[in-house]
């Protein structure tokens, strides 16, 4: 058995200031945009929604800009099984995430979780 639950919302940016996206859209939502801390996260901006909000990152992106979810799990192999069950494709691996499709032709991805109160709040499977 496993647990996951909705993680929260991608921003799929493609193009333009990744920095003036972020503004934006933690202007928009009501959050403020997070600096750049590590190099190596240059196609991120987290939006800080506090410890018990939903994840809810802008990023650069090749493709058409569009917004996705991100589903956290405890176990992403099972988790992705259990949706493959349900009709989805998944499409490849990226760092420590499976980007997914489902029947419905939306883009999402299976993460790591993402919340402080995962354990608790998660779905089991």
């Known amino acids: 058995m496993h647990r996951s639950q909705l993680a929260g919302?991608?921003?799929d940016?493609?193009?333009g200031d990744l920095d003036a996206a972020a503004h934006f859209w933690g202007e928009a939502l009501?959050?403020?945009?997070?600096?750049?801390?590590?190099p190596q996260e240059e196609k991120y901006r987290r939006l800080d929604t506090g410890a018990d909000g939903l994840h809810i990152e802008v990023q650069r992106v090749d493709h058409p800009?569009?917004?996705?979810?991100?589903i956290?799990?405890?176990d992403?192999?099972?988790?992705?099984?259990?949706l493959e069950s349900l009709g989805a494709k998944r499409?490849?691996?990226v760092r420590t995430w499976c980007?997914?499709?489902?029947?419905t032709g939306h883009r999402f991805c299976v993460v790591r979780p993402q919340s402080a109160d995962f354990a608790s709040t998660a779905s089991t499977w």
Do not use: K
């Open 9 to 11: 919302f991608i921003i």
């Open 13 to 15: 940016c493609n193009g």
């Open 30 to 38: 009501g959050y403020e945009a997070m600096p750049l801390t590590d």
């Open 65 to 70: 800009s569009r917004v996705h979810l991100d």
């Open 72 to 74: 956290e799990t405890d």
């Open 76 to 82: 992403i192999e099972a988790e992705v099984r259990r």
């Open 91 to 93: 499409l490849g691996m």
């Open 99 to 103: 980007v997914m499709e489902a029947p």
